[in-house]
């Protein structure tokens, strides 16, 4: 079967880093993305890779090792507005999102 | 530009009853799919539907259809609604059905549905 597996919550403090982590086990895969989700609204995108190596886009930044089956997002410089759930979701050999559950996200001042 | 919207936002219906949930792409995006999220849980995929036909679709049974009108809106019907059924409903269009490259998917706020 195929699975998408990420911490389901994490605590992180104002100001610090924090890497959260997903591991996948797809058939087939055509990259991987990572969404933000704030509570009752819609996922919104946060980055995408295909290639291995760190994509960076400002205070996000997002890994991926395709023959470890690894992946994670480190968010820099933590601000309350990133209190959210954050979504791993691949894209398997059949073109289809597959989601992981999301990681809760946590800021605390 | 607007984004995707979506109605009714939350809904109540009864075991056995029918229901429609209905989506307006974001315009330039000729490329609709649904999701279904229970409480906790990420987005699991029901289908998508590209120039008015369904080119995939998610592990759900056929009580779950969809059409996709000339303007790229859509709708999602659900039939003999079952408990298991209550969850937010999450329509995303995309502008390219190919799947190459990002394909970034613009999600809507969501249809919460209960089913009683």
């Known amino acids: 079967g195929q699975n998408i597996d990420q911490p389901t919550e994490m605590t992180a403090t104002e100001g610090a880093i924090v890497q959260i982590n997903c591991t996948y086990q797809t058939s087939g895969f055509n990259g991987l993305f990572w969404y933000q989700q704030h509570a009752g609204e819609a996922p919104t995108f946060l980055s995408y890779?295909?290639l291995d190596g760190l994509e960076e886009k400002g205070r996000f930044s997002s890994f991926l090792s395709r023959s470890k089956g690894y992946s994670y997002l480190l968010l820099k410089e933590l601000q309350m507005k990133d209190s959210a759930s954050y979504l791993c979701a691949v894209r398997d050999s059949n073109y289809q999102l597959i989601w992981g559950a999301g990681t809760k996200l946590i800021i605390k001042p | 530009e607007t984004g995707v919207t979506q109605s009714p936002t939350h809904l109540i219906k009864t075991r056995g009853q029918q229901v429609t949930l209905r989506c307006s792409s974001q315009s330039g995006h000729n490329t609709v799919s649904w999701y279904q999220q229970a409480l906790g849980q990420g987005p699991q995929f029901i289908f998508q539907?590209?120039?008015?036909?369904?080119?995939g679709r998610g592990n759900f049974p056929p009580r779950f259809s969809g059409l996709q009108f000339p303007n790229y809106s859509s709708e999602l019907n659900v039939n003999a609604l079952e408990l298991d059924d209550s969850a937010l409903y999450l329509c995303?269009?995309?502008?390219?059905?190919?799947?190459?490259?990002?394909?970034?998917?613009?999600f809507g706020a969501g249809s919460r549905l209960t089913v009683l």
């Open positions: 995303a269009s995309s502008w390219d059905s190919s799947n190459s490259g990002a394909n970034v998917l613009t």
């Open positions: 539907y590209y120039r008015e036909e369904e080119n």
């Open positions: 890779n295909v």
